[in-house]
């Protein structure tokens, strides 16, 4: 009986699609639709997708010439996370950090130096909600590996049709490959008037797999870098591996071509490819505290939860201290 009622919810959606890619008066409340049929399976697994870690090595070429690879790491539970930078050394030489009570950078020059705190600020400070510091970026949703199989140019493009930041203007009916495993849905979307000026995606075409939880299989945006000048052009394409320990499809590869194109005719060609290794996590909330890396927590700050004014003063005395100059050799890849 669950299985007929599956059946038949997916025959609904997939009619919903049809009648919004062949009615000319199809528009924004009616490609709701496709956006409900997305996030039927894309939501559980973000729900699912709770706590694990994530390597990532980044390569590529600018103009023909490749860069140095760059490796990092991310664990995450619930909103906690930690990001390492390993700036080619055999263990991370900075963290940008969070949990339920602060954001936090650490650093050091060697391996296997003790870890000193080059920033550390409350969680609900000003600082983290009118001018983030790149701690607040680097682990913010938009950037934690399990979102990169919906990312649209540094945006999560789910969460871009979540808040009215984007709009589906149309999508196709998925069609089925030879095998009749794979259901695959073309989907054409554009950024919103009014939308976040810092998100340049313009429009996109996307190719979503149901297998892969709706995640993006390939794609071409349309970036404007500058209205009177530069527009972009990025080609995305994604693989991924099921996870057993993780019960998900996780991404494995990224692949993204950026093409730059001038006033003057010039274009410039830079290819990115992140590939990305998932485990789980056990959970821990002590894991994403400041005495996990041997260091005391902020004076006032209980361990469980709570806060309190007393450690902002503390927060600034060691960011003046140890803050200086810390990141004057160091540059992070978010």
């Not at 996030?39 to 600018?62: A, F, K, N, W």
């Not at 149901?210 to 404007?224: D, F």
């Not at 530069?230 to 991924?240: A, F, G, T």
């Not at 998932?278 to 002590?286: A, K, M, R, T, V």
Request: net charge negative.
């Amino acid at each position: 009986m669950d299985s007929m009622n599956d059946q038949r919810r997916r025959s609904t959606n997939w009619l919903a699609i049809i009648l919004l890619a062949t009615s000319p008066s199809a528009s924004g409340a009616d490609n709701n639709a496709a956006f409900d049929v997305i996030s039927t399976d894309y939501q559980p697994y973000l729900d699912h997708m709770e706590s694990y870690r994530c390597e990532i090595v980044i390569s590529g070429t600018g103009d023909g010439k490749p860069f140095e690879p760059l490796r990092s790491a991310v664990e995450q539970h619930g909103g906690s996370a930690l990001y390492y930078s390993y700036e080619g050394a055999t263990k991370p030489l900075m963290v940008n950090g969070r949990n339920s009570n602060y954001f936090f950078v650490l650093a050091r020059d060697q391996p296997d130096a003790p870890w000193q705190i080059a920033n550390l600020f409350t969680k609900d400070a000003e600082q983290a909600t009118t001018k983030p510091h790149r701690v607040v970026r680097l682990t913010s949703q938009n950037v934690l590996p399990k979102w990169v199989g919906m990312l649209a140019y540094q945006r999560n493009l789910f969460l871009a049709l979540s808040e009215g930041q984007a709009e589906i203007v149309s999508a196709d009916r998925p069609d089925a490959n030879e095998a009749g495993d794979e259901e695959i849905m073309s989907v054409l979307i554009r950024r919103r008037e009014g939308a976040d000026p810092d998100w340049r995606f313009s429009k996109g075409t996307f190719q979503l797999n149901k297998r892969y939880h709706w995640q993006i299989v390939s794609a071409e945006l349309e970036v404007e870098v500058d209205k009177d000048a530069s527009q972009m052009k990025c080609l995305i394409d994604n693989s991924y591996e099921y996870q057993n320990e993780l019960d998900a499809w996780t991404i494995s590869k990224n692949s993204c071509e950026y093409m730059l194109s001038s006033a003057n005719g010039e274009t410039q060609s830079t290819i990115e490819i992140r590939e990305y290794s998932f485990e789980p996590l056990e959970p821990d909330e002590n894991h994403f505290r400041l005495t996990y890396f041997g260091l005391s927590e902020p004076i006032g700050m209980k361990q469980s939860g709570g806060s309190s004014l007393l450690w902002w003063a503390t927060a600034l005395a060691i960011v003046a201290v140890l803050a200086i100059g810390v990141f004057a050799r160091r540059r992070l890849k978010g």
